[in-house]
């Protein structure tokens, strides 16, 4: 199990203390996925693979020193000039929970869904 499944399966345990029931984590990963070529190294560095972390560039400049960034970029450019495809790594997890039948009954309705004497009904259109 990597961090990444550990993670989503404690979440999922955290769900079920805050007090639903029939909790279902589903997991897929697929490893090696084809993928289009680079394209542009110059632009891909300057990207950010989620808006919470730092781009390739900065996490390059921070893990290698010049040689090797150097010799990183030579490789990653003769790459996109080639239009060599890529290969990805892709994950998905799908979630459900039910709430418990006991909780169910508290909530209150807001009065448009109800079939209540004196309230409307909102019919589908």
């Excluded at 990597?2 to 029939?22: K, L, N, P, Y």
């Excluded at 680079?38 to 010049?66: C, F, M, Q, S």
Aim: with cysteine; net charge neutral.
């Amino acid at each position: 199990m990597s961090h990444a499944d550990h993670a989503a399966g404690s979440q999922a345990c955290s769900h079920v203390t805050a007090g639903f029931e029939a909790v279902e984590l589903h997991h897929r990963a697929q490893i090696d996925v084809p993928a289009d070529p680079i394209g542009d190294w110059e632009t891909l560095k300057r990207v950010a693979p989620n808006p919470l972390v730092p781009t390739y560039d900065e996490v390059i400049a921070a893990a290698l020193n010049d040689d090797e960034r150097e010799r990183l970029d030579t490789y990653m450019n003769a790459l996109a000039a080639a239009g060599t495809p890529t290969r990805r790594t892709m994950a998905t997890a799908f979630l459900r929970a039910r709430r418990p039948q006991r909780n169910r009954e508290d909530v209150p309705r807001h009065p448009a869904l109800t079939d209540a004497p004196g309230t409307r009904v909102r019919k589908a259109r």
